[in-house]
């Protein structure tokens, strides 16, 4: 598929659900760029942790935000997160930075800093989103919109592998008490919830391989960018 479709691809859904590996395949088999805002608020979160920010002094965050600086690179390695210009890529993915990267999502300042930056990166479309806000929020007139969804214990297995294979130790429980409060966080804040839009079509999922999601979203994909093009 080559560029010029000018369509955009927003995946939102909760932790663990596999949004960034679906739209890191979509971006891949679309030729299209790929940006991780999850990655964009993970960054923001390490910056605040360095300066000792945390959640009883969380809001001292708001007048640093000026002073960070967010690159995110698409390569066909994977997605890479720059942060002032140092490769954050692993660091982000940290026990610490998820435990407080939902706190810090739920300041106004921090999402409309971070939504402005993302809605330039999709003005001129081809690209794949995945996050939390992106079809509701981000680019409500994206083309395609998919809301991704599994299991909590499925979601669990695999976050814990994914830590583990970081070098990360971390219990299971820890991982479930950790999901479910994004969950509660995400889902209840009152600047951007995660909410299913109405015109997005539900992935479940829980039982289906890496390439049977890609397949499913492809066709999505496709049919969007024929009906675009018409």
């Given at each position: 598929m080559q560029k010029g479709k000018n369509i955009n691809i927003a995946i939102d859904g909760y932790s663990a659900c596999g949004k960034s590996t679906l739209a890191q395949g979509l971006a891949r088999s679309?030729?299209?760029?790929?940006?991780d805002s999850g990655a964009m608020y993970r960054a923001v979160t390490l910056y605040a942790i360095r300066l000792y920010?945390?959640?009883?002094?969380?809001f001292d965050i708001i007048p640093l935000l000026k002073n960070i600086s967010i690159e995110c690179r698409w390569t066909l390695q994977?997605?890479?997160?720059?942060?002032?210009?140092e490769d954050v890529t692993d660091l982000i993915r940290s026990p610490e930075v998820?435990?407080?990267?939902?706190?810090?999502?739920?300041?106004?300042?921090?999402?409309?800093?971070?939504?402005?930056?993302q809605?330039?990166?999709?003005?001129?479309?081809?690209?794949?989103?995945?996050?939390r806000d992106i079809g509701s929020k981000v680019i409500p007139d994206a083309e395609l919109k998919i809301f991704m969804t599994a299991d909590m214990d499925i979601r669990v297995q695999r976050r814990y592998n994914e830590l583990m294979s970081k070098g990360i130790l971390v219990t299971k429980a820890e991982i479930k008490e950790n999901l479910e409060l994004r969950d509660h966080i995400d889902s209840t804040r009152e600047d951007?919830?995660?909410?299913?839009?109405?015109?997005a079509k539900t992935l479940d999922n829980s039982f289906l391989s890496q390439q049977d999601q890609l397949s499913i979203a492809l066709q999505w994909a496709h049919t969007a960018i024929s009906s675009n093009s018409n």
């Open positions: 679309l030729r299209f760029d790929y940006v920010i945390s959640e009883e002094n969380i994977g997605n890479l997160t720059f942060l002032n210009g998820q435990n407080l990267v939902s706190q810090i999502s739920t300041i106004p300042e921090v999402r409309s800093f971070l939504v402005n930056q809605k330039q990166m999709a003005k001129n479309g081809n690209v794949v989103m995945d996050g951007s919830p995660l909410i299913c839009p109405l015109d």
